[in-house]
């Protein structure tokens, strides 16, 4: 039987040893191109992530800028509507008091006589009948 010398196991340790360095050093070389592609990937996950986040900022920006000046607009609107309905509201209350008025001037006119003879008309609608029209009427 031959038994293993000492001389003879450290050179198959050191030739399983350098085996397993060059295994390591294979493997190594393998995943240095899946690094970089892993680099590559994370540098521009982190541009566009970047990129979007800047884009949202200049967006958001925009937007309530636009909001803000929507609001301004909206509360001059609200201004002019209320300043509009309280002149036209002043406007209905003079046209109501004016057909208050003709109303009052009118009402003799409406009422029976108690001797059922008509009325003459008041002095202020005398004063605007012409007095050629009856002549005009007549031919003369």
């Given at each position: 039987?031959?038994?293993?010398?000492?001389?003879?196991?450290?050179?198959?340790?050191?030739?399983?040893?350098?085996?397993?360095?060059?295994?390591?050093?294979?493997?190594?070389?393998?995943?240095?191109?899946?690094?970089?592609?892993?680099?590559?990937?994370?540098?521009?996950?982190?541009?566009?992530?970047?990129?979007?986040?800047?884009?949202?900022?200049?967006?958001?920006?925009?937007?309530?800028?636009?909001?803000?000046?929507?609001?301004?607009?909206?509360?001059?609107?609200?201004?002019?509507?209320?300043?509009?309905?309280?002149?036209?509201?002043?406007?209905?209350?003079?046209v109501m008091a004016g057909i208050k008025i003709i109303i009052d001037?009118?009402?003799?006119?409406?009422?029976?006589?108690?001797?059922?003879?008509?009325?003459?008309?008041?002095?202020?609608?005398?004063?605007?009948?012409?007095?050629?029209?009856?002549?005009?009427?007549?031919?003369?």
């Amino acid at each position: 039987m031959n038994a293993p010398t000492p001389e003879t196991t450290s050179e198959r340790l050191l030739a399983a040893q350098s085996d397993v360095n060059v295994e390591i050093n294979k493997s190594a070389e393998q995943e240095k191109p899946f690094a970089q592609i892993d680099n590559n990937a994370k540098q521009k996950i982190e541009f566009d992530a970047d990129r979007i986040r800047s884009s949202i900022a200049r967006l958001t920006s925009n937007s309530i800028g636009e909001l803000e000046g929507l609001a301004s607009e909206l509360q001059k609107l609200d201004a002019f509507l209320r300043s509009e309905t309280e002149r036209v509201q002043r406007e209905i209350e003079n046209v109501m008091a004016g057909i208050k008025i003709i109303i009052d001037a009118i009402a003799p006119w409406k009422q029976p006589s108690a001797a059922g003879a008509v009325r003459p008309a008041p002095a202020s609608a005398r004063s605007h009948t012409s007095i050629g029209l009856g002549d005009a009427r007549r031919g003369r």
